[in-house]
C-alpha cells in the first residue's frame, strides 16, 4: 500500500499508540473524580495542557482547552465570542468547512460575513483586506496552512497588520494543518485563538485543542460538569490526550528535520509528475508547505483516477476529506480562482516524514501508466 493522504489523516505514531493503548488499560477512573485516581489523571492531563501551550509559545495566562476535533474548536470559538447583529466577520472561503460553514448560521443572525479576497497563488489580497477591517470587523479568521493549496500565512505578520487597523478584532486561527509541521509561535500575543488537532500529527482521532489569549471571553458550546474551565463540559479522554501530547512532543523534536525532508520529496515529486505527464499543471507555487501538493491533470476526472490508483493500493485525494462528497462547482476551488472547467482535474497528493523518494517514483510512474491507459480507452471509445 502507498498511502500519500497524510493532510486528511495520518497514521498514529507508534510512541502514541503505545501511550495510548496503555492509557486505555490503566487510566479508567474519570479525571473529574476526588479520589487518588481521578487527582492522578486531573494532573497528568494539566501537565499535557502546560506542555502544548510550551510548544505554541503561549503566556503564562493564555488557556488551551480540549476538544474532541478541531472541527469541534472552531465551532466553539465561532459561536462561543457572541457576536452581536451588526456585527461583521472576514472569512476565506478556501478554508475548511469547520470555518466556513457556520457562517450561514452567523447570516441568519443578521451578522456580516464578509469574503477574504485571495489572489491566483493562493494568499491574501492584503491591500484590499486590509480596507475590509472597518469598526464592525469583530472577528477574523486565518488558516495557517491552507489544507487544498498549502498556502502558508505568516500568521504573526497578518495578525500585527489587522490590529493596526482594527485593534479590538478577534484573530483566530486554524492551524490544523500546520500545528507540529510549519514553525510558529504565539509569544507575541497577537493572535487571539487558535486550533489544533491530533491526527494530523500522527496522533489519535479524537483529541484536539482550542488556545485562548489571556483574557479571551467566550461562551461554551456544551454544558454540563464544567471541565475545561466550563468551555467544554464532557469527560475527558485522558487516553486521547495524553497520546495526542506523545504524538506532538515527537513532531515538535524532528520538526526541522521532518521539513527538510518533505521539502526534498515535494520538489522531487514535482519533477517527476512533470517529466511524465507534460499537461500537468501546479496552480500553487509560492508560499506552500511542502506536505502538500495538489495539481490539475486535465482530461481525466479526477474521481475516475483515483478509483483506478486504488484498484492499484495507492491513495491519494482530490480535495480535503471534509469536501469530499461536493457536488459540482467546488465553492473552495472557486474561492482559490481555480476555473470552473478544471475543478474535475485536481489532484492532491500530502507527504509526511516517512514518506520516501521510492513512494513518489513509484506513484508518479503508477499515475502515468493509469492516464495513458484511460486516455486510450476514450479514444477507443470515441470511435
Known sequence: MLYLDYAASAPIRPGALEVLTTSIKEDFANPSSVHKL?????KRIEDCRVTFLEFL????????????SATEANNTLIEGIHLKTGDAVVVSFAD???????????????????????????TPEEEAFLKLLNPSVKLVILTHVNNQSGVILDIGRWGR??????????????A????????FSLKDGIIDSLCIS???????KGAAGLYLHAGVKMLPLLYGGGQEDGLRSSTQA??????????AREAMETMESSLEHVFKINQRARQCLKEKLEVVDFPFTQHTSP???TFLLPGISSDIILRHLEQRDIFISSTSACSSRVKGANPVFTALHLPPKMHKFVLRVSFSHETTEADVLTFCDTLAIVYDELRMYIKYKAR
Do not use: W
Request: a positive charge; aromatic letters at 6%.
Open 291 to 293: 506536505y502538500i501538493l
Open 176 to 183: 490544523a494543518q500546520g500545528f507540529g509541521k510549519i514553525p
Open 57 to 68: 509559545g503561549a503566556g503564562k495566562n493564555d488557556r488551551l482547552i480540549f476538544t474532541a
Open 198 to 204: 491530533s491526527h494530523k500529527i500522527g496522533g489519535p
Open 161 to 174: 497588520e489587522i490590529k493596526k487597523i482594527n485593534p479590538g478584532v478577534h484573530i483566530h486561527v486554524d
Open 238 to 247: 485522558a487516553p486521547l490526550i495524553f497520546s495526542f501530547c506523545e504524538a
Open 38 to 42: 481521578g487527582k492522578g489523571l486531573h
Open 96 to 122: 475548511h468547512p469547520s470555518v466556513t460553514a457556520p457562517m450561514e448560521r452567523l447570516r441568519k443572525r443578521d451578522i456580516q460575513v464578509i469574503e477574504l479576497p485571495l489572489k491566483k497563488d493562493g
